[in-house]
């Protein structure tokens, strides 16, 4: 076997946000509604607060902009924090890649916090799916956000919790 033969290609890498992938993010309308229907944000809106409140993610599957995530912090909890998400189709045209990514960047989180809760559209079924596919508890919906629609509280704890 040649060195070339030997070489695995990653059809995924995620770096530090940058500004310019926020104006470059076309997000999946599932997310739009939801950052919507909950905050009244653009998910650009909502991708600049979460550039300037957390360390913040960039996905790329196959060279494209796949989304942008991050934690925001409890802002008096040491060890807590609200994981977000805005992704774009490509994680749903490259499934694979996506999930096996967003899985060693869930593994990052979880050491890094020990409690992380955030709400999820009932809508997003794709979503919530995937939250309960990384290890995330998802409980019943509830009446959530700006437009008192039904959202998923989900949750993931450390062992000391």
């Not at 926020?22 to 950052?35: G, N, Q, S, T, W």
């Not at 599957?61 to 991050?70: D, E, K, N, P, T």
């Not at 996506?98 to 989180?109: G, T």
């Amino acid at each position: 076997m040649s060195a070339l033969e030997s070489v695995v290609f990653d059809p995924s890498y995620v770096r530090r946000a940058r500004p310019t992938d926020i104006a470059m993010l076309k997000a999946r309308a599932a997310d739009e509604a939801e950052l919507w229907a909950g905050f009244r944000h653009t998910p650009h809106e909502a991708a600049e607060i979460g550039l300037a409140s957390s360390d913040a993610w960039s996905i790329f599957l196959y060279g494209s902009l796949a989304g942008v995530f991050g934690v925001v912090p409890h802002g008096t909890k040491h060890g807590v924090g609200c994981p977000w998400a805005i992704l774009s189709p490509a994680v749903e045209m490259h499934p694979r890649p996506f999930l096996r990514a967003s899985r060693q960047e869930f593994a990052k989180m979880q050491e890094q916090f020990y409690y992380l809760i955030n709400y999820v559209d009932a809508r997003n079924t794709t979503a919530v799916r995937w939250l309960s596919w990384l290890g995330f508890t998802v409980y019943e919906p509830e009446d959530f956000g700006v437009d008192q629609l039904q959202f998923h509280r989900f949750d993931w704890a450390g062992p000391y919790v």
